[in-house]
């Protein structure tokens, strides 16, 4: 049997993001099948699949510790949100209303970076499994709070209530929520690395 | 009457594959068969997930292999069903089959 073997940076990234978790015999399989003729294509969709499911145990296994992140990184966030507007505020740069917001919410983004790197090296044992928690609460959180808003705004200003614009906030707030995420997330696996090295 | 089941489908499909294969029902074969049924990619991660709930729910026992050179000097774990989980399918099978039956539109 001619010896493939499959992309090493598959398991390391594994091992990387989850560390807490014993990836062994699943590597084992996914090295077997893919001595079998498996494309990289499917060795990548398992490896994504297998950082998604550790992740996701790794938070049941560890609810206290998941929502207790969760709840740290939304209070740093809204402080430091709202500090940032103070600041903005009393400084109050001579710039249109759209390249205060732009500045706003760049800020905002590194300090999400930030905080995505804080949570790794604090929880450094867990790799990104607190950040992915936080993601996904913060994700759910802004479904929810968009839905509750269109409520309340048909309830009691039906003049202002209509599909279009409610769209356009849900996928404004989404689309900023989704890059936050994404900055978290990339920042933590920087730290990962810095934990390993330590 | 049969005593009423909590198997989910994936449940229920994991425990038949693992009926199937017998002996040698570990990640690999286990996830082909499931591939075999469903005719779509499966995650072998999801499959373990599920296989590790069984085992806590005490429905499937499993027992780590030799490590191998196929398999990068890793080992496999096999599974395979306990009593309680036949019992369990048996269960399954029965209330199916009961809420199936005299359904004209299954034929």
């Known amino acids: ?198 | 009457m049969p005593a009423p089941t909590a198997l989910g489908t994936n449940d229920l499909m994991i425990l038949l594959a693992l009926m199937r294969l017998g002996d040698d029902a570990y990640g690999v074969p286990i996830a082909r068969e499931i591939e075999a049924t469903v005719g779509r990619p499966v995650a072998l991660a999801s499959v373990y997930a599920t296989l590790e709930r069984l085992v806590e729910r005490g429905l499937v026992e499993s027992e780590l292999g030799e490590p191998t050179a196929e398999r990068g000097g890793r080992a496999k774990k096999y599974f395979k069903l306990t009593g309680k989980g036949l019992r369990e399918v048996r269960a399954a099978k029965q209330s199916l089959v009961k809420l199936w039956k005299g359904l004209p539109q299954l034929g």
């Open chain 1, 1 to 198: 049997m001619n010896t493939i073997h499959p992309p090493a940076s598959g398991a390391r990234l594994l091992k990387r993001l989850v560390p807490a978790e014993d990836h062994d015999v699943l590597l084992g399989d996914l090295h077997e099948e893919y001595q079998h003729g498996r494309s990289r294509a499917w060795y990548w969709f398992q490896i994504v699949a297998a950082v998604a499911a550790s992740s996701w145990k790794d938070i049941r296994k560890h609810k206290l510790a998941a929502l207790g992140a969760s709840a740290l990184a939304l209070v740093y966030l809204l402080i430091v949100s709202s500090a940032i507007a103070r600041l903005l505020n009393l400084w109050r740069p001579d710039i249109s209303v759209a390249a205060f917001v732009a500045v706003y919410k760049a800020i905002d983004l590194t300090m999400s970076a930030v905080l995505g790197w804080l949570i790794v090296r604090l929880a450094r044992d867990r790799g990104v499994t607190m950040v992915v928690a936080y993601c996904g609460f913060m994700l759910a959180a802004v479904c929810v709070l968009m839905l509750v808003s269109g409520m309340v705004v048909a309830a009691f200003h039906p003049e202002d209530a209509g599909w279009h614009r409610l769209a356009v906030q849900f996928q404004s707030a989404l689309t900023h929520q989704f890059v936050q995420d994404l900055l978290m997330l990339s920042a933590g696996f920087l730290a990962t690395r810095r934990t390993e090295a330590a």
